[in-house]
């Protein structure tokens, strides 16, 4: 099967300096529909063709340009690369960001309570060690007073509470320590740990 960058280069051949429909380029090619509906879309989005109202396409002078010169087109990402990929909103972490956003001040057993599913590989620990390192970075800080203190020798438990709440996507710890942070699409630093 031939992959999507070729299907590209068929389609704007097939179009050349005509104005087409998606049913014409199939009929034209040896694709089916789907796959000359995809390409359609990946030279839409690369601005090689144009789509016009009454759903024919139309070669830019981007794309005769291309076409003329001969080259190989490649598929992948045409920018930059801009950071790491946000995290899945299906993960603990972005769960319990959520749920550290909303609580604003939380303590461990509140956000997993809220954050964490069957089949979450050891929230506790895994919530630990993230807070750490957003209390390093500055999103977080512990506070003085604890939760549950019961009796006259129970410390109770850490409250923390948000203190950079920079949007909806959950920052990563990246190797060596460091926070990167999603929302920003910037790396901050962390103090070392102690």
Known sequence: ????????????????RGVLTADAIAAHLPMDRHSVI???ARLVSRRFI????DGTFQLTEEGRAFLSRGEAMRSGPRGPHT?????????????AWSAMRLRR????????????????????????????????AGYVATLSTRA????RFSRGTKVF???????????AIRQGGAIYDHNLRE????????
Do not use: K, Y
């Not at 144009?50 to 109202?53: G, I, L, M, S």
């Not at 549950?148 to 009796?151: E, N, S």
């Not at 790396?187 to 102690?194: D, I, K, L, M, Q």
């Open 1 to 16: 099967m031939a992959g999507t960058a070729t299907w590209q280069i068929a389609v704007l051949g097939a179009i050349g």
């Open 38 to 40: 995809v390409a359609v």
């Open 50 to 53: 144009d789509r016009h109202e």
């Open 83 to 95: 950071g790491p990929r946000p995290p899945p909103s299906s993960s603990f972490r972005q769960r």
């Open 105 to 136: 001040r939380f303590g461990l057993a509140d956000i997993i309570t809220l954050a964490a599913r069957d089949g979450d590989s050891d929230p506790d620990s895994n919530l630990r060690r993230w807070l750490g390192a957003l209390e390093r």
């Open 148 to 151: 549950g203190a019961h009796g």
């Open 161 to 171: 509470r948000l203190l950079r709440d920079t949007g909806p996507l959950a920052p």
């Open 187 to 194: 790396v901050v630093p962390c103090r070392p740990a102690r």
